[in-house]
């Protein structure tokens, strides 16, 4: 295992600045190694130093204690976004080493940029490049032999998870990391036209080196849904196909060979490309595959980048416009989709050329295991099933109201872009307030948390009284969809989903049973239409008759002195 000591992020750089080709550890090694974190940045680092067209700022703190880089790429050399964006130019964002045991975005980035900044490919006028080099820094410098031991290459690879050992492709919306905070603030600077997250795939075995994960477009809707589906992708096949490499959809199909096709991978909001969806980005996740050999995967990550490079200034003006007029739409948007369902009566024939599969006798159980022969090579044509059709919306309020002390909620809300204001002065508003009244909660941990699912609420109209300095977030700004999505506590990965609210699940006050039983008698005799309710549940429930405590509790629950704010969802809709 090679070793590299922190500190020479802070030393003169390296090797790599004394050399004016600016020869990458990948080219020197012949495709066996991959740089570690320190010698990427000393490399990114002599490059912006030596070229004009190549621009390196740190944008960001990370878990791991070093900020987090973004390159900027322009042919002009000018690197502000907001004039970049006056001038018509799209922008295209890459994100590599998300999982740094998947390195192929991060030494293709180099080699890509190092020849536009050579002039060995051109990158075209009206087309800024960004790049993160390294997002996960934290599993970058976690590096080992041992790690991602089916890949094939390069020799030591980067950890999974990052300095929380979390997996950072799941935490979008949750946010649980600094990247993920940092990401969301890079993303609303940029506001790319395009996304690109480089990573590496597993699973079955098959002759393609590149897959390609492209964000679900009955999701992303309207114009840019169809867009997406009818041209953009499209359009990547043969544009990869002339470099020689022959994509395909990223494979979602784990075992045996996926003879009857397999259903295009739900990339909801929790995932990159999801995340970027809500803000009518085209989003994509370019999978090599792991058993290809290193350098055949860079450079078909290479080869992808420049297709999309390709594309997007071919269809600059076109992009521009179908998401300005999405955006526009979008702030008067009545109806959100919240949940979704694959539509297995429709689907798209694709070129699938894979291995057949089979089955002998494991040496290690002595059981049955499988394996595929690559001495049988196949090219067949299968369904790829890539219609989703919703199955629930809810309706846009005028705004939503958030009490201050949901600062959780609010610090991501901001990072996301969000414009709110507070409350000049104590109110009393009317609103539409939402109860919480069945959910499932995870039987394990995912990612720091347990998702609430299958979340049923009620909902009344109410006056509630909020405080000063209580947040007021109008929708009829850019950020529509993703408030949507993330407050609405049945939408799939929203805030309440991803437990942010669960204080509100349990109860804080209480009763003693024997003190309790004297003031609920004397609140029954006052209280009438509460007693035959509680005559009504006896009568038809014979549990519930038989069960002195259940009787109580449902009356102090129907009463005057039960807690509003339990199970109470403390966001609020302004009709």
Do not use: C
Not at 313 to 333: V, W
Not at 460 to 475: N, Q, T, W
Request: charged letters at 20%.
């Amino acid at each position: 295992m090679r070793y590299l000591l922190l500190f020479s992020l802070f030393l003169p750089a390296v090797s790599y600045s004394q050399a004016s080709s600016h020869q990458t550890l990948f080219e020197k090694t012949n495709g066996s190694e991959s740089p570690t974190y320190p010698e990427v940045i000393s490399w990114w680092k002599s490059l912006d130093a030596a070229y004009p067209t190549v621009s390196m700022q740190e944008a960001g703190p990370t878990d791991a204690g070093f900020p987090l880089h973004l390159i900027l790429v322009s042919a002009d050399g000018r690197f502000d976004i907001s004039a970049a964006k006056r001038s018509g130019k799209t922008i295209i964002l890459v994100n590599n080493g998300i999982h740094p045991g998947e390195p192929d975005g991060i030494d293709a980035s180099m080699l890509l940029v190092r020849d536009i900044a050579q002039k060995k490919y051109r990158l075209p006028a009206n087309v800024m490049l960004a790049i993160i080099p390294v997002y996960n820094i934290g599993g970058a410098l976690n590096r080992s032999v041992n790690y991602r031991i089916d890949q094939n290459g390069p020799v030591e690879k980067g950890f999974r998870g990052n300095s929380q050992n979390l997996d950072l492709n799941r935490d979008f919306i949750k946010a649980d990391s600094r990247e993920a905070l940092s990401f969301a603030r890079i993303f609303q600077q940029l506001d790319p036209d395009v996304f690109i997250d480089n990573h590496v795939s597993n699973g079955a075995d098959y002759q393609h080196v590149m897959t390609l994960l492209t964000s679900q477009h009955n999701r992303l809707g309207g114009t840019l849904g169809d867009y997406l589906n009818t041209k953009f992708e499209p359009a990547l096949y043969p544009l990869m196909k002339a470099k020689g490499f022959d994509l395909v959809p990223y494979v979602n199909h784990f075992g045996e060979t996926p003879d009857s096709g397999w259903p295009q991978y739900w990339d909801g909001p929790r995932y990159s490309s999801g995340y970027a969806s809500l803000f009518n980005t085209f989003a994509f996740v370019p999978e090599t595959h792991m058993l290809k050999p290193y350098p055949q995967r860079v450079a078909s990550t290479r080869a992808l980048m420049e297709s999309f490079i390709e594309f997007t200034s071919t269809h600059g003006a076109e992009i521009l416009k179908i998401r300005t007029d999405a955006r526009a739409a979008q702030l008067t948007q009545a109806v959100f989709p919240l949940a979704w369902k694959l539509d297995r009566s429709k689907f798209t024939e694709i070129t699938f050329k894979g291995y057949e599969a089979g089955h002998k006798v494991s040496e290690v159980s002595g059981q049955s295991r499988l394996y595929y022969d690559r001495g049988k090579p196949f090219e067949k044509k299968l369904p790829f099933y890539n219609t989703y059709v919703d199955t629930f919306s809810v309706t846009r309020p005028r705004a939503y109201l958030i009490p201050q002390g949901w600062w959780k909620v609010i610090e991501r809300l901001q990072a996301s872009g969000v414009r709110m204001t507070r409350l000049s002065k104590d109110s009393v508003i009317e609103v539409e307030a939402y109860r919480i009244e069945s959910f499932q909660s995870g039987a394990r941990p995912y990612e720091g948390h347990h998702l609430n699912t299958r979340t049923q609420v009620s909902s009344s109209i109410r006056k509630v009284s909020f405080r000063k300095g209580d947040y007021l977030i109008m929708l009829n700004q850019a950020a529509n969809r993703f408030i949507v999505e993330v407050l609405e506590p049945q939408g799939e990965d929203s805030y309440f989903t991803w437990n942010f609210f669960d204080p509100i699940l349990g109860q804080k006050e209480g009763y003693s049973d024997y003190v309790f039983e004297e003031t609920a008698s004397a609140y029954l005799k006052t209280h009438p239409d509460l007693r035959e309710k509680l005559e009504q549940r006896r009568a038809t429930d014979t549990a519930f008759a038989r069960n002195g405590a259940a009787q109580l509790d449902f009356v102090f629950k129907g009463s005057s002195y039960y807690e509003n704010a339990h199970n109470q969802y403390p966001v609020y809709r302004l009709r």
